[in-house]
T-cell receptor
Framework: EAGVAQSPRYKIIEKRQSVAFWCNPISGHATLYWYQQILGQGPKLLIQFQNNGVVDDSQLPKDRFSAERLKGVDSTLKIQPAKLEDSAVYLC?????????????FGPGTRLTVT | GENVEQHPSTLSVQEGDSAVIKCTYSDSASNYFPWYKQELGKGPQLIIDIRSNVGEKKDQRIAVTLNKTAKHFSLHITETQPEDSAVYFCAASTPDLMGSTLGRLYFGRGTQLTVWP
């Protein structure tokens, strides 16, 4: 079974520029998550999708971050404009839908450096 | 929201010894507690999890215990090997406002485990 795919793996941009990350979840997983992991910390949830609807985006800085999941499969996360404090690893995870399916499976992440 | 504390932040053990990592949580409604292993340059990998209706779970050299009354849970690794060296994260999940099982995960800050040969 293929895992969660993410691209690019690394990105370096200057502050005030924009950047986009892409995620392809495990086939059949209805729930998709984007996390931000700052160096030395645990992942922090930014947004959660159930199919193509948003379940939880309470921690997403909506003035600069946006995310979409068209057709309930792939997802993109965008930052515009980027700030220095956005330097982090952006992780995508997916999970089967509902019931007892709590398990979240993570992709390798995209390391963003804002200079 | 939920607050997860994890200790220690670093842990060094000799190969073959045991390692224990402890976490506490604040929300008594939390009902799912996974542990993740993260190697350098990779995403977190689920290694074991426990649900609130179980006190202990074991998988080969790895075990997790849960004390709901005290709101703490622990990861135990026995017969450690150099390949166990990584950052370990505990997490807790709380059902969302609708009582859905798709509640978010709250992570601890991680423990850097080093196993010396």
């Amino acid at each position: 079974e293929a895992g969660v795919a993410q691209s690019p793996r690394y990105k370096i941009i200057e502050k005030r520029q924009s950047v986009a990350f892409w995620c392809n979840p495990i086939s059949g997983h209805a729930t998709l998550y984007w996390y931000q992991q700052i160096l030395g910390q645990g992942p922090k949830l930014l947004i959660q999708f159930q199919n193509n609807g948003v379940v939880d985006d309470s921690q997403l800085p909506k003035d600069r971050f946006s995310a979409e999941r068209l057709k309930g499969v792939d997802s993109t996360l965008k930052i515009q404009p980027a700030k220095l404090e956005d330097s982090a690893v952006y992780l995508c995870a997916s999970s089967p839908r509902g019931g007892d399916y709590y398990e979240q499976y993570f992709g390798p992440g995209t390391r963003l450096t804002v200079t | 929201g939920e607050n997860v504390e994890q200790h220690p932040s670093t842990l060094s053990v000799q190969e073959g010894d045991s390692a224990v990592i402890k976490c506490t949580y604040s929300d008594s409604a939390s009902n799912y507690f996974p542990w993740y292993k993260q190697e350098l340059g990779k995403g977190p990998q689920l290694i074991i999890d426990i649900r609130s209706n179980v006190g202990e779970k074991k998988d080969q050299r790895i075990a997790v215990t849960l004390n709901k009354t005290a709101k703490h849970f622990s990861l135990h690794i026995t017969e450690t090997q150099p390949e166990d060296s990584a950052v370990y994260f505990c997490a807790a999940s709380t059902p969302d406002l609708m009582g859905s099982t798709l509640g978010r995960l709250y992570f601890g800050r991680g423990t850097q485990l080093t196993v010396w040969p």
